[in-house]
């Protein structure tokens, strides 16, 4: 199956100045990252705060233009498309942010925010339909009876209901990939199950490809159980693959250590001390990454060439892995509770 979503080593390079005359410094957000995404798949995509996941799902929505590389949407590359085929790209490719109360304009109501794209995009000929295609969009993320939410307003609904609205609003230009940016980590725990199976039912009736960013390991493996997993560390992809596969096995030591942060629910194991295999817990600056594979001032297994080379990425089972010593890396367990 070809990709719908390719990446060939695109870079986001951002200048900071310091002060008003101050020196520019240059920030690798995303650094030389490959990765593609098929049609109708879940690839979750996570990592710690600042890796660089939010700057890569922003490229894959046209929201940011890479510094270098390419992107690629159904075998066309992207910055060399003609108008039509953009933004029939632009429509094809949603983004859902974290924060839904910022995402929804405050002074419309939610049928102005839902009729506005589909009326100005043309997908319905007048008000009538608008209309209707509103009601049907809110009980697709099961907000009903649609009409109690047409006349309200983003500040009258709960946290999981405007993100639903964000939702409806993605769906409505018949998207084929949804990048959705940490879409549950502002809404109530009790909520959140609900919004992870409605991405998940969109995903099946719709044939939507999801890329899930997050820093919750366990809503990625929940969300992409039948799907795959990269993981970010400051601003590179360090391993890729199925889902299943890599947290069972990861081989990474950055995925192992995110694994053993993990909360677990047996409470013997809760309560034991589960020693990060970390040598620091600092994370160092994107803007001055070390030298060489960028985990080794925290990786136990660095040696002398981590602090010189950086790792290309390998083919390894269904995925790719970026280290030098993955195969000296010892095989990862939870702790065992006696
Ligand atoms: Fe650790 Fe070296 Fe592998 Fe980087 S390349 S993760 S420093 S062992």
Known sequence: MNPIIELKNVSMIFEKRSGIFGPVSHIGAVVDVSLEVYPGEILALVGESGCGKTTLGKIVTGLYKPTHGQLFFEGKDVYKMNKEEFDNYRNSVQMVQQDAFAALNPARTIYQSLSA????????KNTKEAYERVCELLKIVELTPPEQFLEKYPHQLSGGQRQRVTMARAISLNPKVIVADEPVSMID????LAMLNLMASLNKSMNIAFIYITHDLSTARYIAQNGRMAVMYLGKIVE??????????????????????????????????????????????????PKGC??????????????????????????????????????????KAN
């Open 189 to 192: 725990v009790s909520l959140r």
């Open 240 to 289: 890729q693959g199925n889902v299943q596969e890599i947290l069972s096995n990861p081989r990474h030591p950055y995925l192992q250590a995110l694994l053993t942060a993990v909360p677990v629910p047996n409470p013997k194991i809760a309560k034991m001390k589960r020693k990060l295999p970390l040598k620091s817990l600092e994370m160092p600056s994107v803007a001055n990454p």
């Open 117 to 124: 794209p589909i009326l100005q995009k043309k997908l319905v």
């Open 294 to 335: 960028r985990f080794n001032p925290r990786c136990p297994y660095a040696d002398k060439k981590c602090e010189e080379v950086e790792p290309e990425m390998v083919k390894l089972g269904s995925g790719f892995i970026a280290c030098h010593n993955y195969e000296k890396v010892p095989k990862w367990e939870l702790p």
